[in-house]
């Protein structure tokens, strides 16, 4: 019976731990974020070719079609595979691929299917933390996405806490 009892102390525990959440709503798989020409999101499974919708986050949000042009592992593509970052990075749960696009990219999120999320009345935007950057996108001021780049090294935080 004390078992029982722990388990269900547990199990209510975890639903209330901000850890449960099912993933961003269910949207890892078709939303990531950029450094450069490197997308890292939750999704093994991006083929070659495959077109995307990049959302620049410049001084101004702008919009930009681009296309996965392979998975990789290696650094010398992918700043948050650089030697200071990449365990981290990786032990959250993201896959590494780099993308053409026609602009630099510096900062900047990735939609898979756009067409399956109305852009229209959301917000892009990032912040950074002690040690990385957090992304977000939200809608009627509530965040329907977030996703975190670790950088290796501290930074100044620019996020408030909401």
Same mark, same amino acid.
């Given at each position: ?13 975890? #639903? $209330? ?33 495959? =077109? ?5 986050? +410049?001084?101004?949000?702008?919009? @930009?079609?681009? &296309? ?9 593509? $992918?700043?948050?595979?650089?030697? +200071?970052?990449? #365990? ?10 780099? &993308?053409?696009? @026609? ?5 900047? &999120?990735?939609?898979?299917?756009? @067409? ?17 950057? =957090? ?5 009627? #001021?509530?965040?329907?996405? =977030? ?13 408030? #806490?909401?």
């Amino acid at each position: 019976m004390k078992l029982f009892i722990l388990f269900i102390i547990a199990v209510m525990a975890t #639903s $209330c731990s901000p850890l449960s959440k099912q993933d961003n709503n269910g949207l890892d798989n078709e939303i990531g974020w950029l450094h450069g020409r490197c997308l890292a999101i939750k999704n093994a499974d991006i083929p070659p070719q495959y =077109q995307i919708k990049l959302v620049h986050l +410049d001084d101004e949000v702008t919009f @930009e079609k681009a &296309i996965v042009l392979k998975k990789t592992t290696e650094s010398e593509e $992918c700043y948050p595979l650089m030697d +200071d970052r990449a #365990s981290v990075n990786k032990n959250a749960g993201y896959f590494f691929y780099i &993308i053409k696009s @026609e602009r630099p990219v510096n900062l900047a &999120i990735g939609l898979l299917n756009p @067409e399956e999320l109305s852009i229209s009345g959301l917000k892009f935007s990032y912040c950074t933390t002690t040690e990385g950057v =957090q992304f977000s996108i939200s809608k009627n #001021s509530s965040v329907i996405w =977030q996703g975190y780049y670790y950088l290796g090294y501290e930074s100044e935080p620019t996020c408030t #806490s909401e």
